[in-house]
């Protein structure tokens, strides 16, 4: 398996890993925390919610990575600059200081090519991408999970671990909390 990480500027390939398997379903398509306003992503509701992402994908830098394992795209992270995300104005996850950092909060591997690694490909990834578009630091908000299963539906954050072993350090502790685990602030300074 030859692994390479590229923006997500496709739209195609984006909706292939992480769109609705029905066209008119109202699933996340990781617009949670890339919408600033929680009304506005309650409210975008199918088709406008892929057309809402397909416009996300033209822009420059995109909305994310995408991992390929040939042509075929195989996983995702969503990494964006803080300052337009909701997590600027996030209460239970807290700014360490006012560096403009971008944030990595969003892992998805399509089923089929799990447990292969690709979190830590795709985690790679976000950094090299973050850092070519001039971030000054990457941070993500993974569950301290101590080893701990994670509930699969909620490991989309990631876990302190796989952040530890891409060189991240914890930042500051949240009170956030998903699947039982509460989650820290990981960080990566790229200067």
Known sequence: MAIEVRPADVFDDVAAVIGPKKP???VCFCLSYRLL????NVALR????SERVRELCSMDPPPGVLAYDGDEPVGWAAVHPRADTSFAKNRRIPHVDDLDVWSVWCFRVRPGHRKKGLVHHLLAGAVDFARANGAPAIEGYPVDNRGEKVDLTMAY??????FEEAGFTKASDTT?????HPRVIMRLDLR
Do not use: D
Not at 37 to 40: G, P, Y
Not at 157 to 162: E, Y
Not at 176 to 180: D, I, K, P, T
């Open 37 to 40: 306003s929680s009304k506005e």
């Open 46 to 49: 199918e088709p406008q919610r």
């Open 176 to 180: 956030s909390v998903l699947s039982g």
């Open 24 to 26: 008119t379903s109202n």
């Open 157 to 162: 954050v990631g876990t302190r671990a796989v």
